[in-house]
């Protein structure tokens, strides 16, 4: 591809891509993000290929592998155009039919259709579907429609014109002030203002300035950026550009975990793209403006995602994060000015400059303006990426676009913002999502993991949860976080095992407070959260563990016992043949007992036994029936008594 | 270097640009506890012992005084019940760990602290890093440094690099707050003599 | 790993101390673990205290200081994998292999290391043995996935 060097000839470029482009030419889009690649969508797409191959259809149908489409519970996702006929679930069997029924003939195949679970309706298209139809993909939209690994494909979707609107239309204090005014606040923790981020690293003194792509994605549950990283890299390496030049840096940074390699991949593919035609390197479309861009793998480690540590491992050291009574923005990674932000952020930029901040703020609430992509998973029907609105309500977001909580379930709490986040109950589900409503109920929003709990899931043991993480993401360097951790683990371990005192809650408070107060980064101020949201809307959950040695929601180990109901048990020997330790008698016709001391809690009788019997029961806090006497164990079966 | 002016505990203080608050409050002579501190090294601020108020943006805030640069009209309370809360809890923490360092009784007497609070811990180090830091910084010899990290973080010493250099140093024995420095290297020695013995020493 | 090879790494990297953990990883993706003469050699040619390398190679989940079994099971301990009942799922696994996180067997068979998402949550709870997903997995499945691995 020919290097360009003006606005015109990347306008130029961009009509020759499209001219090439028949808009009536079917095209398969296949999700190939993370997910729907674990469900098997690499196979899918070799059938796929075959076919073409197979029937000479190479003229007639493109297939393009794109990143992410959100909707992971029902992948692998395929979109045929230009009738956007939306399957789910493929696998490499239903290819030849689609092939020979939509491609060819034109005709819908009910069985691989959306079914609405309410209406049981067919859904054909993807922004009929209750899941899409209540989001607002922005950012995120993209992802289902380009092949992350072709810059024609971004570029045929506008992309780039930010830049080049930013780089020729615009001096760099312009594209500051219209950041400044969009209220962009950053997508991956604090919300801290983007544009004054900025403008602090634009001002302080220094030749050379950082600007960094915060892909560090620890939070457990939540894979937005990694889907955006994978799925749409150039949007975030034009963001980071126009970033660059506002700020006045000429290199910059990309940390990726390294558990992430396809985004690892797909960015670095994109880097080597840009720099081919130009949008990277020297003199960016003819502006003068130099800028590059380097990948760095980050090796594992949840505190780097903390700014200052992130820097610290930039620097090929110890992810030890440093106290940043100067912030970062002035003096970062080398010492030297640094702008950090993390990818949906970037990713945000060049709708901002494209579209104009007015537009970018007309949605949200009063301080949380635009967008906001959130990983809605755990007990939640829609497993998946969803883009919403700053200001829709937990409740929408969870039943709405989530489909509610599955098996007939009880919601209990969402948990957002991850190890630094905390539990919302149910009675404050109308709460709009933004970052200061989430703070105030005692959670944040984080980068945007929203994990639903219900009534299965206990919340003391939530705590414990995420407090053994912690103590394992922890760099150790500071008392309060390392041992101040250590000393809550041990309390809340002892709690879920039935060892928990009259006075732990008060020191766990404690230990809270100073953890809070005068832990070295915000891994360790905000390592209590989880602890602090859950007591503050459960804590009856608590007493119960600590007075009653009971786990009401029936899943601390140690609290908990497993009982075959004797007038339930249809001795179908199920449960019997299938326990790894032998702790079930019984036999055909003699109804199953479980021999508690053999019991090793694993659930696997509970999890087997036919839902249509019922008959293994979970108890906590009350003894365990004694055994029926050897005598009544003898079957009868009522069927067979009439 | 301009005079910068401060208030620490009503007092009127002046200090240098680039200065802490602790450099400022040792120099007018208020004294603020510290354990990772050493006048030699970079600050650390990792035990937080030496947590102070700082009114920023006229809100009390805890900061760690061995990092806080000085700021013009700066007011800074070096006790306050909160202070002393924290410290008391970072001192009984710690104490799980070295119930009988002298350096840490002297502290809990002070705050209050109860060394059986919480659960004996098996190792003695509470992670101040003075000798990681003065092996690094003023001998740069790196012969000891941290493994791992969170509640599994340790010190440990290279054999290969300690059998050459410890023997004639041993400057950090004194630096440690508790005995754990000692312990732990002479535990190093033992394990690694027959090793050593095997390998030819390197010319340099 | 012989010298050359991890010669060739470094001086990929331009042989700057700032591309240390850049050279680690791509030396523990290569070798899947990190012998100790090799952090000898990384550290005498980036000129990186030895110490400092220990620091980081024991600080990242990345690198591992010992040898590795043949097949590596890595076992999702997310969020949403925990509240879909992860821990049960590592309890049975933990029986049936008879290591725990961060070990491997003396058979040198099976690793076992517990990570903290791997993005499918859809999936969830979710094993991965050898790269390869296993989801929706459940205490009760688990000894028939395993035993495909010899």
């Known amino acids: 591809m020919p290097r360009i060097n003006s606005p015109a000839e990347l306008e130029e470029l961009r009509k020759g891509i499209l001219s090439k482009r028949d808009p009536n030419k079917s095209c398969i889009t296949l999700c190939s993000g993370s997910a729907c690649h674990a469900s098997g969508s690499a196979d899918v797409a070799l059938r796929i290929e075959e076919e073409i191959k197979k029937q000479g259809l190479s003229a007639e149908v493109d297939l393009r592998r794109t990143g992410c489409h959100g909707f992971c519970e029902r992948g692998p996702i395929i979109v045929i155009h230009p009738e956007e006929i939306c399957y789910f679930q493929i696998e490499p069997k239903d290819v030849p039919e689609i092939f020979s029924q939509t491609i060819k003939e034109k ?20 922004s009929e579907i209750p899941f899409y139809k209540n989001q607002e993909r922005l950012v995120f939209g993209s992802n289902g429609n380009i092949d992350p690994k072709s810059i024609d494909d971004y570029l045929a979707i506008g992309g780039y014109s930010a830049l080049a609107k930013a780089l020729s239309r615009m001096t760099s204090e312009q594209v500051l002030k219209e950041v400044k005014k969009s209220n962009l606040r950053g997508r991956g923790g604090g919300g801290f203002p983007t544009g004054r981020k900025w403008e602090e690293s634009r001002h302080a003194p220094g030749e050379i300035k950082y600007v960094i792509v915060n892909a560090d994605e620890g939070d457990p549950g939540a894979y937005m950026d990694r889907s955006l990283l994978e799925g749409n890299p150039h949007s975030i390496l034009e963001g980071l550009t126009i970033g660059a030049f506002a700020v006045g840096s000429h290199e910059g940074y990309i940390y990726v975990r390294q558990e992430y390699p396809l985004a690892v991949e797909n960015v670095t593919i994109a880097i080597k793209m840009a720099e081919e035609v130009g949008l990277l390197g020297k003199n960016i479309l003819g502006s003068g403006f130099d800028f590059n861009v380097k990948v760095h793998q980050g090796a594992g ?19 030890e994060p440093r106290p940043k009574y100067i912030h970062t923005a002035v003096k970062g990674l080398w010492d030297r000015p640094s702008v950090l932000n993390n990818v949906e952020t970037w990713a945000n930029v060049p709708l901002i400059i494209n579209k104009g901040a007015d537009w970018f703020a007309r949605c949200g609430t009063e301080r949380s303006k635009g967008t906001k992509i959130f990983s809605l998973v755990g007990k939640i029907t829609n497993t998946g990426l969803v883009e919403v609105p700053m200001g829709m309500t937990l409740r929408d977001i969870i039943y709405k676009i989530g489909g509610g909580i599955p098996g007939g379930k009880r919601f209990k709490a969402v948990q957002t913002g991850g190890p630094s986040g905390g539990c919302i109950p149910e009675d404050l589900l109308d709460l709009e999502v933004g970052f200061d409503e989430l703070t105030q109920a005692g959670s944040m929003m984080g980068s945007g993991g929203m994990i639903i709990m219900d009534e299965d899931t206990c919340m003391v043991d939530v705590a414990r949860y995420f407090l053994d993480f912690l103590t394992d993401e922890s760099c150790g ?53 989880p602890f602090l949201s859950t007591l503050r809307y459960f804590r009856d959950e608590y007493e119960a563990h ?49 021999e508690q001391e053999k ?44 | 270097m301009s005079q910068i002016l401060l208030k620490i505990d009503g007092k009127e203080v002046g200090a240098r640009e680039g200065m802490t608050i602790l450099e400022a409050a040792e120099r007018a002579g208020i004294s603020i506890p510290t354990l990772c501190h050493h006048e030699k090294l970079e600050p650390y601020g990792a035990c937080r012992i030496c947590t102070v108020e700082a009114e920023i943006d006229s809100r009390p805030k805890l900061v760690a005084a061995c990092l806080y640069p000085v700021e013009p009209n700066l007011v800074v309370r070096t006790r306050s019940e909160k202070i002393d809360k924290t410290r008391k809890m970072i001192l009984q923490l710690l104490l799980a760990h070295a119930p009988d360092a002298p350096a840490l009784q002297d502290l809990a007497k002070e705050y209050g602290a109860d060394k059986d609070r919480f659960e004996k811990e098996a190792s ?32 440990g010493f290279i054999p290969e690099i300690s059998s050459k250099e410890c023997w004639n140093c041993k400057e950090c024995f004194p630096l440690c707050p508790t005995s754990a420095l000692q312990a732990a290297y002479v535990l190093t020695e033992a394990l690694m003599t027959p090793a050593i013995s095997f390998k030819p020493e390197k010319e340099e | 790993m012989d010298k050359e090879r991890i010669d060739r790494i470094i001086d990929k990297h331009q042989s700057e101390a700032s591309s240390l953990i850049q050279v680690l990883l791509e030396i523990q993706s290569e070798n899947h673990w990190l012998p100790k003469e090799t952090l000898e050699r990384v550290s005498e040619k980036l000129q990186v205290p030895f110490t400092r390398i220990q620091h980081i190679a024991s600080f990242y989940k990345a690198f591992s200081l010992v040898p590795k079994g043949r097949h590596e099971i890595h076992l999702c301990m997310g969020t949403a994998c925990h509240v879909r009942g992860a821990p049960r799922l590592l309890d049975m696994v933990q029986d049936l292999t008879g290591i725990k996180p961060g070990e491997t067997d003396l058979d040198m068979k099976f690793s076992l290391e517990t990570v903290n998402c791997l993005g499918c949550c859809a999936l969830g709870p979710v094993m991965e043995v050898n790269g390869k997903t296993h989801g929706k997995m459940l205490p009760s499945k688990t000894a028939d996935v395993l035993k495909n691995y010899e």
């Open chain 1, 546 to 594: 600590i007075q009653e040695k009971r786990c009401p929601a029936l899943s601390c180990k140690e609290l908990i016992a497993y009982h075959i109901d004797p007038d339930k048990c249809q001795a179908c020997m199920i449960c019997l043949r299938k326990c790894p330790s032998e702790a079930i008698s019984g036999g055909k016709n003699r109804i199953h007992i479980i």
């Open chain 1, 107 to 126: 005709k819908v195949l009910e069985r691989l259709l959306y079914t609405d679970p309410i209406t049981h309706n067919k859904i054909i298209h993807e």
């Open chain 2, 124 to 155: 003695f180090c509470i992670h101040c890093g003075l000798c990681v830091r003065y092996c690094a910084e003023v001998k740069k010899k790196n012969a000891v440094g941290f493994v791992d990290r969170g509640t599994r973080r340790e010190i």
């Open chain 1, 477 to 529: 360097k500071c008392v309060p976080c390392r041992e101040g951790m250590r000393q809550m683990l041990k309390i809340l371990t002892n709690i879920t095992k039935g060892k928990g005192r009259e006075g732990d809650l008060v020191l766990l408070e404690e230990l809270s407070g100073v953890a809070g107060d005068a832990s070295l980064c915000a891994l360790g101020r905000s390592a209590p959260n």
């Open chain 1, 301 to 319: 480690a949840f505190v780097c995602g903390e700014s200052s540590a992130l820097m610290t491992a930039l620097e090929g050291r110890a992810g």
């Open chain 1, 599 to 642: 019991c090793t809690k694993c659930g696997t009788c509970f999890e087997l036994c036919p839902p249509r019997f019922g008959a293994v029961k979970k108890i906590s806090g009350e003894p365990v029936p004694f055994p029926i006497p050897e005598g009544e164990r003898i079957l009868i079966r009522k069927s067979k008594e009439k």
